[in-house]
Structures are given as structure tokens and as C-alpha cells.
């Protein structure tokens, strides 16, 4: 029976699962809007800004590891969701954006509402399609879902113009097989080379300082199990990037927490002393290696990724295994236990550890705490406690970002959404309330800056409208705090351009909207408040803490220089002498 073309469109959503569409209507995706509401099945949350509806897309992959949906008109509805593909491009998130198109007989004629949105984000996107012909609609749509999950994952656009969603036709939607047979030059490698494996295996019993890196590809493949029965049958320490948060339990003794330019100074001196270095899932971002010449001097380099790009991109490798993580480390385990699972150098692998354990002696993650101002990290430890460990922290980006990745210990998987790739300032409030939206059963936290609030601070209207309570902590220091940070360090104080203090009165804004405000002034009305605020069920609520101004991220890796260089906790640098530990 023949069709329209929205009405196909709607078909194969619902053929992949979909049960969540973040948009916001206009005139050339009408008919998908018509047909939406026509079939009524799918639930649709309207976005105060196409940007939200991207963000809340990404939240509810990344909490869910289901494909997002974004979808909104042509023009600027396209143009505004761009920084979001973005950001899930450099996090691999897994998301299809479906953008409205003008008729195919104006493309290209400069007509309203047109922009070339497919050239726009060819460089940002895994892969984008514009939709010429409606027989390869329901093909293009089911594409776009197998390319976005499969291999790592990422997010693909679809353009329709608008004469396509009127057009009819009784093409019948592609199964499976047909998806993959369509694609043939797309072929994810996933097992791994065997004869690396075994490689692989021999460095790993035969290291004497070893250490796993940990990135987000490890939780896009759900390798937890694996990672942690491979940290404790060879007894090595873990260290996650702020993607690969909770991929391996930050209260197990074997965790280093976090690496990287605000890691943690045991974490790092492990990186920059150990003998081999186990990649699982990560990039070699800038802001974990530091100067690349002097990161992990030392070390022999094993890099497990499903991205071929990816090694040897940044940092050179000795052993690269392309695969997913979770089968290559499946693999990897039986190799290591057909082989006895020895450690061939016990003696050494425990003064490693004793070595690790006067590094985390000497420089735990700390600060000074206030009884008079409230301190950020303070924040985050009661947010920690009241929520008992178990919610999702979504954070924006700056100094919140980073003391929320330090301060609070993350146990389980999708537990920590960030945008680490692109460093999106108002990413937050909409990821958060995607996560909600995904996860309803969790308490959800959104660690937000006051400079990073009100970027998309408009969604709260959203979170409102469909009851949505996910709580917003505010960490207010008047300032957009990275950078002052930076200025103070970098610039000799020279604040540039920083000064938020004229801001809104955030309570004020909160009931304005029809959510709940709250605030608090003094260290102890910060468990006070947050109790108050886990109580309110059924609104989201804005929780605006005064904090210390010019307090900073530490410690801290300056850009461009090696572990080494490392500013700490009480602002000096660690010294030479504590970094060049050799076991031998």
C-alpha cells in the first residue's frame, strides 16, 4: 500500500526501536511532524533550541548506549543542532539528527530557510545522507542507525527535502541482512589479530610497572566485566579518562582514578614510570598526554581500539590491535590464562605498587576546605554523599566539569557524561535531561557552571513542561572560571573578559520557569539544600551555590608540558626527583 514519505519515515523509526524523538518543528519537516502526530506512538520532547534537542539526543545515548534522535527543520533548525553533532562526533556518541530539506527542485537556489547542511557537517558526522528519491528512504534511514551504533560509534545526519516526505510509494522497509548487504564497503573489524593478542598477553606477564588506560571505547562496549577480571588476574592499576569514567570502579583498591592535565598525581606518575601501558578505548587526547614526547617515556604501548584511525594517530604504539574491546579483551584474558597467568616478575609488580602507594601518600586528591566559603569540591562530596554514589553526574565544561570528574567516585558505566571532546559550554542541562529522559530510575545531576548554565538555561523550560526533575547544581563563582583559572596561572592575572557578575538571580529564575529554586550562601546550608532538593519529584530544581571565587582545578598539567611539570595541590610543582622511579 502506498505511502507518504513521512509516514515511511515513521515506520522505520519505529522498525529500529526508536521511542524518543528531541525536535523542534518547522515548515520543512512539517509532514514528518503531521505524520508523528498521525501515528502517535513515538514520544516526542519539544526543545526550546535545536542545540537542546542534539544535547538531549546525546544524553539519552550515552545513559541507554541506544541511538539518539535529534530532529528539526532546514535552515537555521539545522545550523543550530551543528555544535551538538559535533560534540558527539569527538565522543563517539551514537546519535541520527534528521533535518528538514527544502523541495530538490530548490536545492541550491539559495530558497528560504536553505542551507547546505549535509556539506556543512560532512567533517563533523560519520556519515550524512540527503534523501533524492523516495524508493531509498526507509534504506537511507535504516543506514543511518546501522552506522551511527556499529564500529565506533558516532553520529550520521539525514536531510529530507520536503517534497520527498509528500511524495507516495509502497517501498517496503529493509530488513537486517539487507542493511548490512547495502553497505559493502562498511565492514567494522571486531575480533582482533590473533597473533597480537598472544603478543600482547606476553608484555602484559612479563611488565614490571604496568598500567591499564582506560577510555571511553571501553564503556561504548560494555567491557566492564573483562576490564576488571583483567586488573585483578594480573594485578595491574587502572586509570580512566573522563570518557571512560566508571568503565573500572574508582572505589577499587587497583584505581588511579583519572589521568591527564587535571588527573590525579599518582595517576599520572604511574603513566609517566610505567614499564608498559595497556590502552583499552582511548585517543591519546592532548589534554592526557601532555608534550607527547615525554608521555609514558618508558613504556612499551598496547592500544585496543575498533577504530583503525585512532592508532598510532597520536602517540606511536608498539602493539595495535584493532577490535571491539570487549571481544579483543575476552580474547586477550584467555590467552593470558592458557599461558598460567604468571606474573613473571612478582617482586617487582609489588614494589610498583608500593611505589604507587607513596605517590597517593604524598599527594592524594585533596583541597582546603572553608568553614566560612563554600568550596566547589565540598559541593561535589555532599552531592556524592546525599545521592549515595549511585546518580548520574552530567557536568558542562570548565572548573565545575573537572571537580565534578574528581570528586565524586564513579562505579558503574554511563555514570559520567561529558563533553570531553569539544569542551561544549551549555552541553549540561539538555545532556542531563536526555539522561532523565533514558534513565527515569536514576537520580540525575547536572554539575553546572554559572557561565555554562546560561548558554541553554531555556531548556529548564523543557524539563518543566514534561515533568522532568532532574537537579541542576549551580557552582557560582562569578566568573567563567577555566579561564580566569588560566589568566591567574598563565597571564600573570590579567582577567581578561571574565567577570559574570552580573547574572540572574538563579531562584528567581527557576520559579519564573515553574521549577524549584534554591540557595546556599554558607558551607552549612549545602547538604540542607540538597536534601531539600532530592525531595521535589516531580520538577526539575536549580540549586545555586555560592562558592569561593578564585579557587582552582588542581592539580594540574599546563598545556604543552609533561607530567612532569605537574602544579599541585598547594601550588608548586612536583619535583624531578619524585617522578624518576625505576623499578630495578
Same mark, same amino acid.
Given at each position: 500500500m502506498s505511502r507518504k514519505g513521512a509516514d515511511i519515515v515513521i515506520e522505520t523509526l519505529k522498525e529500529e526501536g526508536v521511542e524518543v524523538i528531541f525536535g523542534l518543528p518547522g515548515g520543512a519537516i512539517m509532514e514528518v511532524y503531521d505524520a508523528l502526530y498521525r501515528d502517535g506512538t513515538i514520544k516526542h520532547i519539544l526543545v526550546r533550541h535545536e542545540q537542546g #534537542? =542534539?544535547?538531549?539526543?546525546?544524553?539519552?545515548?550515552?545513559?541507554?548506549?541506544?541511538?539518539?534522535?535529534?530532529?528539526?527543520?532546514?535552515? &537555521?533548525? #539545522?545550523?543550530?543542532?551543528?555544535?551538538? !553533532?559535533?560534540? #558527539?562526533?569527538?565522543?563517539?556518541?551514537?546519535?541520527?539528527?534528521?533535518?528538514?530539506?527544502?523541495p530538490t527542485h530548490l536545492i541550491g537556489n539559495d530558497a528560504f530557510q536553505e542551507v547546505d547542511i549535509v556539506g556543512i557537517t560532512r567533517p563533523i558526522t560519520k556519515h550524512n545522507f540527503l534523501v533524492r528519491d523516495i524508493e531509498e528512504l526507509p534504506l537511507v534511514i535504516r543506514q543511518a542507525f546501522y552506522i551511527a551504533r556499529t564500529g565506533r560509534p558516532g553520529p550520521v545526519l539525514v536531510d529530507l527535502p520536503k517534497d520527498i516526505t509528500q511524495q507516495l510509494s509502497d517501498?517496503?522497509? &529493509?530488513?537486517?541482512? +539487507?542493511?548490512?548487504?547495502?553497505?559493502?564497503?562498511?565492514?567494522?573489524?571486531?575480533?582482533?589479530?590473533?597473533?597480537? !593478542?598472544?603478543?600482547?598477553? +606476553?608484555?602484559?606477564?612479563?611488565?614490571k610497572k604496568p598500567v591499564l588506560y582506560v577510555g571511553g571505547g571501553a564503556v561504548n562496549a560494555e567491557a566492564q566485566e573483562e576490564l576488571v577480571e583483567l586488573a585483578e588476574l594480573m594485578r595491574m592499576p587502572v586509570t580512566t579518562t573522563t570518557q571512560g569514567k566508571g568503565a573500572f570502579p574508582e572505589t577499587h583498591p587497583l584505581s588511579l582514578r583519572m589521568l591527564g592535565m587535571h588527573g590525579t598525581y599518582y595517576a599520572n606518575m604511574a603513566v609517566y614510570n610505567c614499564d608498559l601501558l595497556i590502552a583499552v578505548g582511548a585517543r591519546f587526547d592532548d589534554r592526557v598526554t601532555g608534550k607527547v614526547d615525554e608521555f609514558a617515556p618508558e613504556a612499551k604501548i598496547i592500544h585496543i581500539d575498533i577504530d583503525p584511525a585512532s592508532i598510532s594517530k597520536n602517540i606511536i604504539v608498539d602493539v595495535p590491535i584493532v577490535g571491539d574491546v570487549k571481544i579483543v579483551l575476552r580474547k586477550l584474558l584467555e590467552e593470558i590464562k592458557q599461558r598460567g597467568a604468571k606474573i613473571l616478575h612478582p617482586e617487582d609488580r609489588e614494589r610498583w605498587f608500593e611505589q604507587i602507594d607513596k605517590w597517593k601518600r604524598l599527594h592524594p586528591?585533596?583541597?582546603?576546605?572553608?568553614?566560612?566559603? !563554600?568550596?566547589? *569540591?565540598?559541593?561535589?562530596?555532599?552531592?556524592?554523599?546525599?545521592?549515595?554514589?549511585?546518580?548520574?553526574?552530567?557536568?558542562?565544561?570548565? *572548573?565545575?566539569?573537572?571537580?565534578?570528574a574528581m570528586f565524586?567516585?564513579?562505579?558503574? &558505566?554511563?555514570?559520567?557524561?561529558?563533553?570531553?571532546?569539544? =569542551?561544549?559550554?551549555?552541553?549540561?542541562?539538555?545532556? =542531563?535531561?536526555?539522561?532523565?529522559?533514558?534513565?527515569?530510575?536514576?537520580?540525575?545531576?547536572? !554539575?553546572?557552571?554559572d557561565g555554562s548554565f546560561v548558554m541553554t538555561m531555556q531548556e529548564i523550560i523543557t524539563a518543566v513542561q514534561y515533568r522532568i526533575p532532574v537537579r541542576v547544581a549551580i557552582i557560582n563563582n562569578a566568573y567563567l572560571g577555566m579561564v580566569r583559572q588560566w589568566q591567574e596561572f598563565f597571564y600573570e592575572r590579567r582577567y581578561s573578559e571574565v567577570d559574570l557578575s552580573v547574572q540572574p538571580d538563579f531562584v528567581k529564575l527557576a520559579e519564573a520557569m515553574g521549577a524549584v529554586g534554591f540557595r546556599a550562601e554558607k558551607p552549612k546550608e549545602v547538604r540542607e539544600v540538597l536534601e531539600e532538593a532530592i525531595r521535589v519529584e516531580d520538577r526539575p530544581v536549580i540549586l545555586d551555590f555560592v562558592v569561593d571565587k578564585e579557587e582552582n582545578v588542581l592539580p594540574m598539567v599546563p598545556p604543552g608540558k609533561s607530567y612532569r611539570d605537574m602544579i599541585l595541590e598547594d601550588g608548586k610543582g612536583s619535583s624531578e626527583a619524585e617522578t624518576m622511579y625505576l623499578v630495578g
Open positions: #534537542a =542534539g544535547h538531549m539526543a546525546e544524553g539519552y545515548a550515552r545513559v541507554t548506549g541506544k541511538v539518539g534522535v535529534a530532529m528539526t527543520t532546514s535552515g &537555521p533548525g #539545522a545550523t543550530n543542532v551543528v555544535t551538538a !553533532i559535533a560534540d #558527539a562526533y569527538m565522543d563517539s556518541v551514537p546519535i541520527v539528527v534528521i533535518t528538514g530539506q527544502v517501498v517496503p522497509i &529493509p530488513t537486517d541482512q +539487507e542493511v548490512v548487504d547495502s553497505l559493502p564497503g562498511y565492514r567494522p573489524h571486531v575480533e582482533g589479530n590473533p597473533q597480537q !593478542i598472544k603478543k600482547a598477553a +606476553e608484555l602484559i606477564m612479563s611488565a586528591l585533596t583541597y582546603r576546605n572553608s568553614s566560612k566559603v !563554600i568550596k566547589p *569540591q565540598y559541593v561535589i562530596e555532599q552531592i556524592y554523599e546525599v545521592t549515595k554514589g549511585d546518580a548520574i553526574i552530567v557536568p558542562g565544561v570548565g *572548573q565545575h566539569q573537572m571537580w565534578a565524586y567516585k564513579y562505579s558503574y &558505566p554511563r555514570q559520567f557524561l561529558n563533553s570531553g571532546g569539544l =569542551g561544549t559550554m551549555g552541553y549540561g542541562l539538555p545532556a =542531563g535531561i536526555g539522561a532523565k529522559v533514558g534513565r527515569p530510575d536514576k537520580e540525575v545531576f547536572v !554539575i553546572d557552571g
